[in-house]
């Protein structure tokens, strides 16, 4: 192997971390860098500012990808359900959805900024 030792560090050092960058976090989300800000500004990728530095958790986007997971598997199921008792035939795909329950939304920590407004977060 031609692998040098700070390459092992620098890898390892980058498992350790526990905050991805938002490009980073962006394209691990399939964004581009432009797309990744937008979403972050959005409210939709979980973001600390710190030090003037826009920072994503890594256990935060983890946690909000898990939650949208077994929120599709949870609709996945009722709609298994639905069509085999019949029930949410004649309905649009809105209203199907319309009654899912909200998403979990993640919060900081107090006494941590991020760049979602106050008026903007749902608590």
Known sequence: MNEKPTDRRNAAAAAERLTYDVPEAGRLLGLSRNGAYAAAKAGLIPVLE?????????IALHQMLAAAGADWERAREAAAERSVSGKGEGLTIRQR??????????TPPD?????????????
């Open 97 to 106: 959805t319309a009654s899912r329950e909200e998403p979990r939304d993640w």
């Open 50 to 58: 710190m030090g003037g530095r826009k920072l994503v958790p890594k």
């Open 111 to 123: 006494g941590v900024e991020t760049s979602v407004p106050a008026a903007n977060r749902k608590r």
